[in-house]
Nanobody
Framework: QVQLVESGGGLVQAGGSLRLSCAAS????MAWFRQAPGKEREFVAA????????IYSDSMAGRATISRGNAKNTVLLQMNNLQSEDTAVYYC??????????????????WGQGTHVTVSS
């Protein structure tokens, strides 16, 4: 059973930064998704098993960086210039089958419990 534990969410002012962390029980292709109140879950960023390939949503491209931590089972999401529309619960997800990143939530079999990000304007 794959376990994912997220941390790093919180309250930040518009224009500020946050770094989210996800610790997995193994090494997988991983992604971050988010879900705002009343909205569907949406893709944020993903990284390959090796860490050599990354993809971003249009809304986060240029403002976010996904990377592997020093412990390769850890994935980090650095978010800068946060805006009120970035307020959501952020979820870490792992794909235990494929090594390449994907934007589709259907390909991720394992999910963390979520961490809240609130951006005040």
């Amino acid at each position: 059973q794959v376990q994912l534990v997220e941390s790093g969410g919180g309250l930040v002012q518009a224009g500020g930064s946050l770094r989210l962390s996800c610790a997995a029980s193994g090494r997988y292709a991983m992604a971050w998704f988010r879900q705002a109140p009343g909205k569907e879950r949406e893709f944020v960023a993903a990284i390959s098993w090796s860490g050599g390939s990354t993809i971003y949503s249009d809304s986060m491209a240029g403002r976010a960086t996904i990377s592997r931590g020093n412990a390769k089972n850890t994935v980090l999401l650095q978010m800068n210039n946060l805006q009120s529309e970035d307020t959501a619960v952020y979820y870490c997800a792992a794909d235990s089958v494929r090594s390449i990143p994907s934007t589709s939530p259907n390909l991720y079999s394992y999910w963390g419990q979520g961490t809240h990000v609130t951006v005040s304007s």
